[in-house]
């Protein structure tokens, strides 16, 4: 998709600080709207070491540094970021072609790349999740118990200067309860599919319904 041609499905960006909850409000809001249309996960690569229970293409694409300095080279990314230590990227086929499907798309990344992404993509929507203070997200990368404590300390020491930039995004949810952040969430997603452009395929179909039940029978 070039960026004149209009997408058919919406761009979702959602960033926050490590353990905020941006995994769990995006299976929260995957599983709630699923039928009202599909809200597809964009897979990333990243040099990361899977963590345990992460699967290889659904949590992200683990590969080496020297694979993902290809994919540079090559052009396959729409933006890749440095991010506590290691390279993450989103590439193009994990975003553009389910976009023409008409899928909406929803990007976990963090703020350099949002920022990029953006500018490329002036209609992707931007939502921040912000834990509801400091002592509960260091509880809940604990509680995660996934992270090592010198990985957790080094994601808390980034936390700030991720968090001071919320201002650059259009929705901000304070994620203090997974029903409520996951409403928010779900309701933002929600607004995008129900505006008129959106709806026109649907409409034209009642509209034709209208015009054939006009032109026969129809009880009057
Ligand atoms: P992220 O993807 O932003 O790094 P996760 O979704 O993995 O964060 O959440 C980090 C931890 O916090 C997980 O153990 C998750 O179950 C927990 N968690 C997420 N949201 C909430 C919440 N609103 N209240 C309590 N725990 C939460
Ligand atoms: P984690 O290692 O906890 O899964 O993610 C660490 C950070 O990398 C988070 O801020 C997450 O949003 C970000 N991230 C995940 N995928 C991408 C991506 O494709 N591009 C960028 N720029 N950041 C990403």
Redesign the pocket.
Same mark, same amino acid.
């Not at 994620?175 to 997974?178: L, M």
């Given at each position: 998709m070039s960026n004149d041609t209009p997408a058919r499905g919406d761009l979702f960006l959602l960033s =926050?600080p490590? &353990? =905020?909850?941006? @995994? @769990?409000?995006i299976r929260y809001v995957t599983a709630r709207l699923a039928d009202s249309g599909e809200l597809h996960f964009s897979v990333s690569h990243t040099t990361r070491r899977p963590r345990a229970g992460e699967q290889d293409g659904r949590d992200y694409h683990f590969v080496d540094e020297a694979a993902f300095r290809r994919m540079i080279d090559a052009g396959e990314f729409l933006e890749w970021a440095e991010v506590h230590g290691q390279f993450y990227g989103t590439s193009r086929r994990a975003v553009l072609p389910h976009l023409e499907r008409g899928a909406d798309v929803v990007v #976990?990344i963090d703020v350099q790349g949002a920022e990029r992404l953006m500018r490329g993509f002036p209609q992707a929507h931007s939502v921040f999740?912000l834990p509801p203070s400091y002592a509960e997200l260091v509880r %809940?990368?604990r &509680? %995660?118990g996934l992270d090592g404590e010198p990985e957790i300390a080094r994601r808390l020491a980034d936390a700030l200067d991720e968090i001071a930039r919320y201002d650059s995004y259009q929705y901000v949810i304070i994620? #203090? #309860?997974?029903e409520r952040?996951g409403r928010a969430l779900a309701a933002i997603v929600l607004e995008k599919r129900h505006r008129r452009e959106r709806q026109e395929p649907r409409i034209a179909g009642v509209l034709a319904d209208f015009e054939r039940a006009r032109g026969s029978d129809a009880p009057s």
């Open positions: =926050a490590s &353990g =905020a909850g941006k @995994t @769990t409000l #976990d999740i %809940r990368l &509680g %995660r994620n #203090d #309860d997974v952040a």
